[in-house]
């Protein structure tokens, strides 16, 4: 999965709230989330870019909700959507980048928690 985030490269930033990028970024992997792999497709990684959005998903509405847990996840979502449409790819590839560096931080608590 890590290695799926880790092909993404990092796009410039644009500048906006902290909120709004997380937004866009909820966005962005929901909406990739939200695929439907094509029937009979031989393409593994499919599957994998589904599983990643929905992982992608879960991070950073948690770390929307951390953030401001009265925020109105759907009005943040339609707020950035005709912003994130054309720029899909890019916001995707800096979102990974947040969502990675999560990743990364979790296994090596986990690493630690062994010793």
């Known amino acids: ?16 709230t902290a909120e709004d990028a997380d937004s866009r970024c909820l966005a962005a992997f929901a909406l990739v989330a939200a695929r439907k792999p094509d029937a009979g497709s031989a393409d593994p990684n499919a599957a994998k870019a589904i599983e990643a959005g929905k992982i992608g998903a879960i991070y950073f509405t948690g770390k929307l909700l951390g953030r401001n847990p009265q925020i109105d996840l759907e009005a943040a979502m339609r707020r950035v959507m005709p912003a994130l449409t054309p720029v899909l790819t890019d916001e995707t590839r800096r979102c990974a980048v947040d ?17």
């Open 1 to 16: 999965m890590l290695t799926i985030l880790a092909l993404m490269l990092a796009s410039p930033a644009v500048d906006m």
């Open 99 to 115: 969502l990675q560096n999560a990743g990364l931080k979790l296994v090596s608590v986990g690493n630690a928690l062994q010793k």
